[in-house]
């Protein structure tokens, strides 16, 4: 499984943003995606994740009301629009899958895009 992030930038401070995750998989409804990032200095830590189908979905308390993860499985694709954006929301954002179920803990999952960094500034 290869997947390839895309869709970061410079911003200001309640801009948007929307970032999307290509996959290249024969059979892309078999995974559960998750959007995570890091920042300089932090651990990655979650932000969101989305069941095989769509029909659940699972925020950071960071991002809650901000931030709307949502995929394509005809095209292979999940994105994270991003919202009414802070500096705080600066970090490198990583997309990854897992065969499992929704997880948080980027150790449950198996595989990983490059990232995409997201910088917002003041």
């Known amino acids: 499984v290869q997947l390839q992030a895309s869709g970061g930038g410079l911003v200001q401070a309640g801009a948007s943003l929307r970032l999307s995750c290509a996959a290249s998989v024969r059979t892309f409804s078999t995974y559960y995606m998750g959007w995570f990032r890091q920042a300089p200095g932090k651990e990655r830590e979650f932000v969101a994740s989305?069941?095989?189908?769509?029909?659940?979905?699972d925020y950071a308390d960071a991002v809650k009301g901000r931030f709307t993860i949502s995929r394509d499985n005809a095209k292979k694709t999940v994105s994270l629009q991003m919202n009414s954006l802070k500096p705080e929301d600066t970090a490198v954002y990583y997309c990854?899958?897992?065969?499992?179920?929704?997880?948080?803990?980027?150790?449950?999952?198996?595989?990983w895009g490059q990232g995409t960094q997201v910088t917002v500034s003041s």
């Open positions: 989305i069941s095989q189908y769509g029909g659940t979905a």
């Open positions: 990854a899958g897992n065969v499992y179920r929704l997880e948080r803990s980027p150790w449950r999952y198996e595989y």
